[in-house]
């Protein structure tokens, strides 16, 4: 998918459209997370919609919950949910970031050690 350390680097129109289809990427998750938190909150919580996109959106931009789950399949579901929005988050927030950082690494031509 990227170029190699002896390749030139790509012009500027090709590493925004790059840049683009990762931060694309990286909304479809977080929008697949969002979905999958607010089947789970109504499912288990019995959440009204709007409820449960608060708590799933809450949960995924690091807040944590704002309904206290009352059942133990929703205790148990929101701790899930919870591990796994910290880690959507990182990931997230490594496809938008990869790019750049790539791109900096091979406009300095910085040398890989094991290459």
């Known amino acids: 998918m990227y170029e190699r350390r002896r390749h030139p680097v790509i ?10 289809a990762h931060a694309l990427v990286a909304v ?4 697949l997370s969002l979905g999958l938190g607010m089947s789970g909150y109504i499912a288990f919580e ?8 608060l708590n799933a959106a809450m949960l995924l931009g690091g807040m944590g919950p704002v309904d206290a789950p009352r059942s133990e399949a929703g205790k148990l579901f929101a701790g899930g949910y919870a591990l ?3 880690l959507v988050f990182i990931v997230a927030a490594s ?3 990869a790019p750049v950082a790539h791109r900096l690494l091979h406009r300095f031509h910085w ?3 094991n290459a």
Request: proline content about 3%.
């Open 28 to 31: 479809l998750l977080v929008g």
């Open 46 to 53: 019995r959440l009204a919609p709007v409820d449960a996109f």
């Open 111 to 113: 040398e890989d050690d």
């Open 84 to 86: 796994y929005a910290g």
């Open 11 to 20: 012009s500027r129109a090709r590493f925004l459209k790059r840049l683009a």
């Open 95 to 97: 496809l938008v970031v």
